[in-house]
């Protein structure tokens, strides 16, 4: 099973990559959010990471600016990614 460390860092590069797939096959849909910086300034991303574990496919799905963090409430997991 994927790691969510595993799939955050997917949907940061998949955004950089600005990959527009359009796989279609039986998936999990993982609702990730992400903190990073940008510019100095930490922002709030919502990502959509699709995961197919018996094809071993990944599909990032969305990658959202959702705010500032201090606009966003706590939340557990991870507290740093870096690519």
């Not at 990959?19 to 990730?32: G, H, P, T, W």
């Not at 094809?55 to 740093?80: D, R, T, W, Y």
Request: glycine share 6%.
């Amino acid at each position: 099973m994927a790691s969510i460390e595993e799939l955050a860092r997917f949907a940061i590069a998949e955004q950089n990559k600005k990959a527009n797939s359009n796989l279609v096959f039986d998936k999990v849909i993982y609702d990730i959010t992400v903190v990073a910086a940008d510019g100095g300034q930490k922002k709030v991303y919502e990502a959509k990471v699709a995961v197919n574990e018996s094809q071993n496919i990944k599909e990032l799905k969305e990658f959202k600016l959702v705010g500032n963090e201090a606009s966003k409430p706590a939340a557990g997991g991870i507290s740093s990614v870096s690519l």
